[in-house]
């Protein structure tokens, strides 16, 4: 059933809204102004690059809390210098007419603190499920809330942009061994934001990393970690009943049902995982992460899929801790007997 869903189809059936609580201040005890960015289109990180380019800052100015995909309609803080944008007024982008892009600012509030990587608390989804046969569609209207356990792994879009190959995994290992033209040879082919100025840097491969905002390179180096970590998943899960399936050329392995889940959960609820930032070279943050979340999953709106003749589509919501991904969640709720 797992191969059927159909996800992202349109921007609009695949909607989320940071969790992020920050403490507000006055304004006249403030130094940083949060700002709700609206966004279709986008990655996080081209946003903020025009955001800063158009205040006349670096990038690294602008803080975010999470990146969000470019495949989807999303929300989420940014904070920036209140020196930079002071006042009521705030940026505003057009895109050209027929352009499904979108960039929307709308005030938040002040505060003290720049938002930083690793303080997101979660996020909220609303998704439609497409491309379903009658008796899944049946099975989660029925239930209408499901109380689901899933494998937390690193999704698709942790490796690569919608379309492009999935290979960010080998930038950073690149990065981390060193060998520099090997990484701007693989960045310059994944169809990234980046990749156009690596295909036309002439200077030293290394430079080309270092000019780059530090966090688009830790990106790089996460996803490094990120592969890593799913082939240990894989090897964890010795189900006789798990499915090894292949999403966009990448290896995963879902248990069948829940208590298979539960098993992966009681042997090992817990493993490592190293972050990564980059300040004149990689700095390693050992941290652990959970090898199976849980969330309640809420069926909305459904019926016949208009996109798919014969076929219907599900509206779920849901929430999920940060760094999970509502899109392996949703394939192992769709494939769980």
């Given amino acids: 059933m797992a191969e059927t869903l159909v996800l992202k189809h349109r921007p609009e059936d695949f909607r989320v809204r940071e969790n992020l609580v920050v403490a507000l201040t006055d304004e006249t005890v403030a130094d940083q102004r949060y700002v709700?960015?609206?966004k279709r289109?986008?990655?996080?990180?081209?946003?903020?690059?025009?955001?800063?380019?158009?205040?006349?800052?670096?990038?690294r100015d602008v803080?975010?809390?999470?990146?969000?995909?470019?495949?989807?309609?999303?929300?989420?803080?940014?904070?920036?210098?209140?020196?930079?944008?002071?006042?009521?007024?705030?940026?505003?982008?057009?895109?050209?007419?027929g352009s499904e892009r979108l960039l929307r600012l709308s005030h938040y509030g002040y505060g003290r603190e720049p938002l930083a990587v690793g303080k997101l608390n979660g996020n909220g989804f609303r998704i439609v499920l497409r491309n379903l046969d009658g008796r899944t569609a049946e099975k989660l209207v029925t239930r209408r809330r499901t109380n689901l356990l899933f494998v937390n792994y690193y999704d698709t879009q942790r490796f690569g942009v919608p379309g492009g190959p999935k290979r960010t995994h080998l930038v950073g290992a690149a990065v981390l061994?060193?060998?520099?033209?090997?990484?701007?040879?693989?960045?310059?082919?994944?169809?990234?934001?980046?990749?156009?100025?690596?295909?036309?840097?002439?200077?030293?491969?290394?430079?080309?990393?270092?000019?780059?905002?530090?966090?688009?390179?830790?990106?790089y180096l996460a996803a490094h970690s990120s592969f890593a970590w799913n082939a240990r998943i894989v090897e964890l899960i010795r189900s006789e009943d798990a499915q090894d399936v292949s999403v966009d050329?990448?290896?995963?392995?879902?248990?069948?049902t829940g208590p298979g889940v539960a098993a992966l959960?009681?042997?090992?609820?817990?493993?490592?995982?190293t972050r990564y930032s980059y300040e004149d070279g990689p700095v390693e943050h050992p941290v652990m992460r959970p090898t199976v979340v849980q969330t309640l999953v809420t069926v909305g709106d459904h019926g016949a899929d208009d996109v798919f003749p014969g076929r219907q589509a599900v509206e779920v919501s849901f929430q999920l801790p940060a760094g999970c991904y509502a899109t392996t969640a949703l394939r192992q709720l769709i494939a769980q007997r």
């Avoid at 940014?78 to 009521?88: H, I």
């Avoid at 980046?194 to 830790?218: H, I, M, N, Q, Y």
């Fill in 41 to 59: 289109g986008y990655t996080t990180m081209e946003a903020i690059r025009l955001l800063a380019d158009r205040l006349g800052v670096s990038s």
């Fill in 249 to 256: 050329g990448l290896p995963y392995r879902f248990p069948a």
């Fill in 177 to 219: 061994a060193g060998e520099w033209a090997r990484a701007r040879a693989e960045l310059a082919g994944l169809g990234a934001p980046e990749s156009g100025p690596a295909a036309c840097w002439t200077g030293p491969d290394e430079e080309f990393f270092r000019k780059l905002d530090p966090r688009t390179v830790a990106f």
């Fill in 265 to 273: 959960l009681a042997d090992r609820h817990e493993l490592p995982y």
């Fill in 36 to 38: 709700l960015l609206h």
């Fill in 63 to 97: 803080g975010y809390a999470g990146l969000k995909d470019e495949d989807g309609v999303t929300e989420q803080l940014l904070s920036v210098p209140l020196t930079a944008l002071p006042g009521a007024g705030l940026p505003a982008f057009t895109e050209p007419a």
